[in-house]
């Protein structure tokens, strides 16, 4: 019914129409200011996804120690 909300669907034309009407929207200077700041925010992501990975890694890590510390020594 509507080809171009078919994401994977899409031909050569679709997308060059696509294109076509983001430079016609956007025009040529504001696309590299539009991709710098999705840019900017995938880096973003990528870096708090990092950093709440290190912190989920550390708790595991902490509590193998504490239940490594709670055993007793004879065991």
Known sequence: MF???FIFGQG???VFLIFFAILL???GKKIPELMR???KGIREF???RSSIEAEIK???RDAE???LDQKPKGE
Do not use: Q
Request: net charge negative; glycine share 20%.
């Open 3 to 5: 080809p171009l909300l």
């Open 46 to 48: 990528n870096t708090a």
């Open 65 to 67: 120690r504490k239940e």
């Open 12 to 14: 050569p034309w679709e």
């Open 25 to 27: 929207l956007f025009g």
């Open 58 to 60: 550390e708790g595991i």
């Open 37 to 39: 700041g999705i840019g």
